[in-house]
């Protein structure tokens, strides 16, 4: 009976929070394909260590940070399979194209333009309105880290984006 009430616990956890850590996954990589992956590739590995996930003061936080964990290997992965990528099928320089305006004003591309801890704290504390507190914990680092990569991160989203479309990220307002 312990396995069934177990089983059901996770059961409701997951059905809870998957849509969210995918949506975590999502803004992290910029790869909409990839996020429900590493949201079930994140919860399979909470369900192998459920008895310690469940027992620890902020479950979802714990899963937040396996699922940022995971989006910055397959990041690391990504950019070495482009490095060697490059290297074999190097074409010699070619002409450089100026940044598509368009482009540049899509808050994901802008996000993807971010170094990952200033990616995941400012996803953290704008997208899905977590304190530092929280944010400090899912990511495994201190409060006072999450305050300054937060600040300069939207700081770098504001010199991308402009302050305007900053400001209305946050406010959650949309100019037409």
């Not at 400090?136 to 201190?142: E, F, K, P, Q, V």
């Not at 999450?146 to 307002?173: D, F, H, P, W, Y």
């Given at each position: ?109 802008a996000l993807a333009r ?63």
């Open positions: 009976m312990l396995l069934d009430d177990t089983s059901a616990e996770f059961h409701e956890f997951f059905e809870r929070h998957y849509a969210d850590l995918a949506r975590f996954a999502n803004l992290l990589t910029g790869e909409a394909d990839a996020a429900d992956d590493l949201a079930a590739d994140a919860l399979v590995a909470l369900w192998q260590r459920w008895d310690r996930v469940r027992g620890a003061d902020h479950p979802l936080a714990y899963a937040r940070g396996v699922v940022a964990n995971m989006a910055r290997e397959r990041i690391r992965s990504a950019v070495r399979e482009r490095r060697r990528i490059a290297l074999f099928w190097s074409r010699g320089p070619g002409p450089v194209e100026s940044p598509d305006t368009a482009a540049v004003l899509d808050v994901r591309s971010l170094p990952f801890r200033k990616r995941a704290c400012v996803v953290l504390r704008h997208a899905f309105d977590l304190s530092e507190k929280e944010t400090a914990a899912a990511l495994g680092i201190s409060v006072g880290t999450v305050k300054s990569q937060t600040s300069k991160g939207m700081a770098e989203l504001e010199g991308i984006l402009g302050a305007r479309a900053v400001e209305n990220l946050v406010t959650g307002r949309r100019d037409r």
